[in-house]
């Protein structure tokens, strides 16, 4: 078991997003962000099935099918778009609907943050946008929410992270906070 492992990764991970959300200007939202990660729901299995590369709910996963401690976490994140699915009485079914902005800004900066760690000294501003880019089949997001991620992690990828940053903190915030039902 990889106790310290476990937690000095998940740690340095949310401290990587908390100096993300501040350059966002979303710096109280990144105080909170992955506390759940420290309950014995998901850091037990944390633990259990650390790898060092890739999130140990990946191993959860193989060897047991789902990922319990990814369940209990995407249903406590928002933001994570799988917390953002819900009934459609219209049609009949679950759906995905549109993340509220300050929850896709947190998105965001978890997907850089989590690319750091995960590449480590292999990490550049294009590494998020290719592994959103792979996924793309696999994903179920609603398509506003993954036009405005794809559209950020490109300019990361093509911009670079300051120039990223501040136009999240000084165009996509405020945008958002126009639309005061999805701010809350």
């Known amino acids: 078991m990889h106790l310290w492992k476990h937690f000095i990764t998940i740690t340095r991970h949310r401290h990587i997003v908390i100096a993300h ?17 420290y309950s014995p729901t998901e ?17 959860e996963r193989e060897l047991y099918g789902f990922s319990r401690a990814w369940l209990h976490h995407q249903g406590r994140n928002k933001h994570h778009f799988e917390y953002w699915v819900d009934y ?43 592994y959103f880019d792979r996924g793309r089949k696999r994903r179920w997001m609603h ?17 670079g992270e300051k120039e990223t940053f501040s136009y999240i903190k000084h165009v996509v915030k405020k945008e958002g906070k126009k639309d005061k039902a999805h701010w809350k």
């Open 21 to 37: 959300c501040f350059k966002a200007g979303i710096f109280w939202q990144g105080l909170r962000h992955d506390l759940s990660k």
């Open 43 to 59: 850091f037990i299995p944390g633990i259990k099935c650390y790898m060092g590369d890739k999130s140990p709910n990946e191993k």
């Open 88 to 130: 459609n009485p219209a049609l009949g079914r679950k759906e995905p609907i549109q993340m509220p902005t300050r929850y896709l800004i947190e998105m965001f900066c978890d997907r850089v943050a989590a690319s750091k760690i995960y590449y480590g000294s292999d990490y550049d501003e294009g590494k998020p946008f290719a």
């Open 143 to 159: 398509e506003e929410t993954s036009r405005q991620l794809e559209e950020l992690l490109i300019m990361l990828r093509d911009k």
